[in-house]
């Protein structure tokens, strides 16, 4: 029997939720940032910021019916069951696995968050062509280099707290699956 790769998995029912959401009646999303209201005339051109397009979108699914948290929350299941099957985990391993998956993503969306701070900070220094600061540039780009082995890092630690749990062959199924 073959399995569906995890990204392939979640790809698809985030795309099945989104497909839903613009199939919406009045549904009035655009990529650009702003949400486009009817007959509004207010502020620029009748459109509103990005931070109400979130909200208009949760307005719209649960008019339609679409429940966007339950389905986030049924495809975790589905991904945790598949986990579970393919690494053959007992509960108290597949709580373990919960938990660090938990910790090590606050991680690794906070070491994604300063490193987008940080090629956005070496634009803006470069973008000074009058008296660009050489030293601030050069401790961007240090910090650029750095990244990989902050990450690489990372895995390592993941990995070891893995391996108080999981065996050699689960761990490497696991970043198989992670991976796909």
Request: glycine share 4%; aromatic share 2%; no cysteine.
């Amino acid at each position: 029997m073959k399995t569906i790769p995890l990204a392939l998995a979640v790809a698809t029912a985030l795309a099945f939720s989104n497909a839903a959401a613009s199939q919406l009646p009045d549904s009035s999303i655009r990529r650009a940032g702003v949400v486009a209201r009817p007959g509004a005339q207010a502020g620029r051109g009748g459109q509103v910021p990005r931070n109400a397009r979130k909200q208009q979108l949760q307005q719209e699914q649960a008019a339609a019916g679409v429940n966007r948290p339950a389905l986030e929350r049924q495809i975790g299941q589905a991904i945790a069951r598949n986990m579970r099957r393919q690494l053959n985990l007992n509960d108290q391993q597949m709580q373990s696995l919960s938990r660090v998956n938990t910790k090590f993503d606050v991680q690794r969306r906070n070491l994604l968050r300063d490193e987008r701070a940080t090629r956005q900070n070496l634009k803006a220094a470069m973008a000074d062509t009058v008296s660009p600061d050489q030293n601030r540039i050069s401790q961007y780009l240090d910090q650029i280099l750095q990244e990989p082995h902050r990450r690489a890092d990372l895995q390592a630690a993941e990995q070891k707290e893995l391996s108080s749990f999981l065996t050699p062959l689960q761990r490497a199924q696991y970043l198989v699956i992670k991976s796909a």
